[in-house]
C-alpha cells in the first residue's frame, strides 16, 4: 500500500511577487526534506500557475509506504522547522489536507 499525503494553502500577501516567492520558498523547503527524511518515496509541489486568488496558492503530494512513514516525515526535525516557516507565510485557517491509500 502506498499512503499519499495532500495538503493545500493560501498565501498571505496581498502582493502577488511576494506570493510568488513565498510560494518558491514552500516549494524549496518541502523539496528539501527528500533524502533527508527516508520515509519520503516521493514529493512533488505544485504552484497554482492559473487562478491562485480562487483556489489555493501552493500544494504538496507525497507519497509514503504507510501511516508510520507519513509519522517519521510529521514528527521530523527538518519537517517541522520547514512547517514553522511555512506557517508563516500561509493563511493557517485555510489548509486542506487528506491522506489516501492508493
Known sequence: MTLRHIVSWTLKSDD???????AEGVRSRLLALEGV?????????IIDEVDERT???VAVVADFADAAGLEEYVV?????????????VVNVESRLAVDGAL
Open 16 to 22: 502577488a511577487a511576494q506570493r510568488r516567492a513565498d
Open 37 to 45: 527524511v527516508g520515509s519520503i518515496q516521493s514529493i512533488v509541489v
Open 55 to 57: 483556489t489555493n496558492s
Open 76 to 88: 521530523h526535525p527538518v519537517h517541522q522547522e520547514a512547517a514553522a516557516w511555512i506557517r508563516t
